[in-house]
């Protein structure tokens, strides 16, 4: 019965990536539609090889909804996040939030990425901040380091100037939400290095959340209460 499932589930996968790349997608990937999708979800939530094979080979691949209606787009990022708050754990064990925000990195090289000024840009951002917000749901100091790796790794994958302005922006938000323990993260060797070289290799577009990150790291460093860490980077 499992692998009847999982056969099931790949080939619900299949169809639904193959409607996404289709010329018609914007009138059979309808918010009816995304729904159905997330109620097949639910009933496969109790089997944990069945949940984690949909949520990993359809649910996260957000480029298939590109295509789609906006607002069939809104719905099924809304069933992702709330997914992700729920099942905290699986996201974990599937690393949903490094695969999604790949798939938001790599859906925005595409061609429909490039028309980001429209409703393909909502998806990618959408996408991102659902990453951003699984990735700090087991950890109150925000985004682990490296998670903060992947995503700056993202950056430079990211041929899109939109797309790195969103990831970019989307990191900027967390480091200022979650305060001096997110900014003790970004000074470590690991992960200020390679934010570093955003400011030379980056977009344009991108450098301008960029500079702002590293200018909220500085006054960070100021700060009486900073950690010793982040003084000493500081120094």
Same mark, same amino acid.
């Given at each position: 019965?499992?692998? $009847?499932?999982?056969?099931?589930?790949?080939? =619900?996968?299949?169809?639904?990536?193959?409607?996404?790349?289709?010329?018609?997608?914007?009138?059979?990937?309808? +918010?009816?539609?995304?729904?159905? @999708?997330?109620?097949?979800?639910?009933?496969? %939530?109790?089997?944990?090889? !069945?949940?984690?094979?949909? !949520?990993? %080979?359809?649910?996260? *691949? @957000?480029?298939?909804?590109?295509?789609?209606? +906006?607002?069939?787009?809104?719905?099924?990022?809304?069933?992702? #996040?709330?997914?992700?708050?729920?099942?905290?754990?699986?996201?974990?064990?599937?690393?949903?939030?490094? %695969?999604? !925000?790949?798939?938001?990195?790599? &859906?925005?090289?595409?061609?429909?990425?490039?028309?980001?000024?429209?409703?393909?840009?909502?998806?990618?951002? &959408?996408?991102?901040?659902? /990453?951003?917000? /699984?990735?700090?749901? @087991?950890?109150?100091?925000?985004?682990?380091?490296?998670?903060? *790796?992947?995503?700056?790794?993202?950056?430079?994958?990211?041929? #899109?100037?939109?797309? %790195?302005?969103? =990831?970019?922006?989307?990191?900027?938000?967390?480091?200022?939400?979650?305060?001096? +323990? /997110?900014?003790?993260?970004?000074? &470590?060797?690991?992960?200020? $290095?390679?934010? !570093?070289?955003?400011?030379?290799?980056? #977009?344009?577009?991108?450098?301008?959340?960029? =500079?702002?990150?590293? &200018?909220?790291?500085?006054?960070?460093?100021?700060?009486?209460?900073?950690?010793?860490?982040? *003084?000493?980077?500081?120094?």
């Amino acid at each position: 019965a499992d692998a $009847l499932a999982r056969d099931v589930i790949g080939a =619900l996968s299949h169809l639904v990536r193959a409607i996404g790349a289709g010329t018609h997608a914007r009138a059979l990937l309808t +918010p009816a539609v995304a729904d159905a @999708v997330w109620d097949i979800q639910r009933a496969a %939530q109790p089997h944990t090889q !069945l949940a984690d094979g949909m !949520l990993c %080979q359809l649910l996260l *691949r @957000v480029e298939v909804w590109a295509h789609a209606v +906006p607002e069939a787009q809104k719905r099924h990022l809304s069933h992702l #996040s709330h997914h992700a708050a729920a099942n905290a754990q699986q996201w974990v064990r599937c690393d949903g939030a490094a %695969q999604l !925000l790949d798939a938001a990195t790599l &859906g925005g090289n595409g061609e429909v990425g490039e028309a980001a000024a429209g409703e393909a840009r909502a998806l990618w951002d &959408g996408a991102v901040a659902c /990453a951003f917000e /699984a990735a700090t749901m @087991v950890d109150p100091a925000g985004i682990n380091a490296e998670m903060l *790796r992947h995503v700056l790794y993202a950056v430079t994958r990211a041929r #899109s100037p939109a797309v %790195q302005e969103s =990831l970019l922006r989307a990191l900027l938000h967390n480091a200022r939400t979650h305060g001096l +323990p /997110a900014a003790e993260r970004h000074v &470590g060797a690991d992960v200020w $290095l390679p934010l !570093l070289c955003l400011l030379w290799t980056a #977009s344009a577009r991108a450098r301008a959340p960029a =500079l702002r990150l590293v &200018g909220w790291l500085v006054t960070s460093a100021e700060l009486s209460t900073a950690p010793s860490a982040l *003084r000493r980077w500081r120094a």
